[in-house]
C-alpha cells in the first residue's frame, strides 16, 4: 500500500473519531446542546482539557503535516510533480474535515 493510502485512511478515520464521539455523547445524554453550555456561562467548552478534546483538530493538523512531508519526499524520490499533487488533494480533504469539525463541534474544546 501506498504512504498516500495510509494518509487517507488515517484522515478519515482521525477526521470522523470526534464526530462519532459527539454522537456517543449526546446519544448518552453526557454531553449538553451548545445553547445550555453557553447559557451556563462557561467560558471553554466540556472537553477543554479533557482526552475527548484533543480528537478535535490536532490529529489532523498533525496529519497535514505529515502529509506535506510525506508527499516532498514522495516528489524528490519520483523526480516528479504528481506525488505532489496527491499530497495536495489529501491536505484539501485534511481542510475540509477540520473545517467541518470547527463549524460543528469545535464549541466543545473553546
Same mark, same amino acid.
Given at each position: 500500500? $501506498?504512504? *498516500? +493510502? %495510509?494518509?487517507?485512511?488515517? $484522515?478519515?478515520?482521525?477526521?470522523?473519531?470526534? *464526530? !462519532?464521539?459527539?454522537?456517543? &455523547?449526546?446519544? =448518552?445524554?453526557?454531553?449538553?446542546?451548545?445553547?445550555?453550555?453557553? =447559557? +451556563?456561562?462557561?467560558?471553554?467548552?466540556?472537553?477543554?482539557?479533557?482526552?475527548?478534546? *484533543?480528537?478535535?483538530? %490536532?490529529?489532523?493538523? !498533525?496529519?497535514?503535516?505529515?502529509?506535506?512531508?510525506?508527499?516532498?519526499?514522495? &516528489?524528490?524520490?519520483?523526480? +516528479?510533480?504528481?506525488? =505532489? &499533487?496527491?499530497?495536495? =488533494?489529501?491536505?484539501?480533504?485534511? &481542510?475540509?474535515?477540520?473545517?467541518?469539525? *470547527?463549524? $460543528?463541534?469545535?464549541?466543545?474544546?473553546?
Amino acid at each position: 500500500m $501506498t504512504p *498516500f +493510502r %495510509y494518509l487517507v485512511i488515517l $484522515t478519515l478515520l482521525f477526521g470522523g473519531l470526534p *464526530f !462519532v464521539l459527539y454522537l456517543g &455523547a449526546q446519544i =448518552a445524554g453526557a454531553l449538553p446542546s451548545p445553547e445550555d453550555w453557553m =447559557a +451556563r456561562g462557561y467560558n471553554h467548552g466540556p472537553w477543554r482539557w479533557e482526552l475527548l478534546g *484533543f480528537t478535535v483538530g %490536532y490529529p489532523l493538523a !498533525v496529519l497535514g503535516i505529515i502529509t506535506v512531508v510525506v508527499s516532498a519526499w514522495q &516528489a524528490l524520490l519520483r523526480r +516528479r510533480l504528481s506525488p =505532489a &499533487a496527491t499530497g495536495s =488533494a489529501i491536505l484539501g480533504l485534511q &481542510a475540509a474535515i477540520l473545517l467541518a469539525q *470547527f463549524q $460543528t463541534i469545535w464549541w466543545t474544546v473553546d
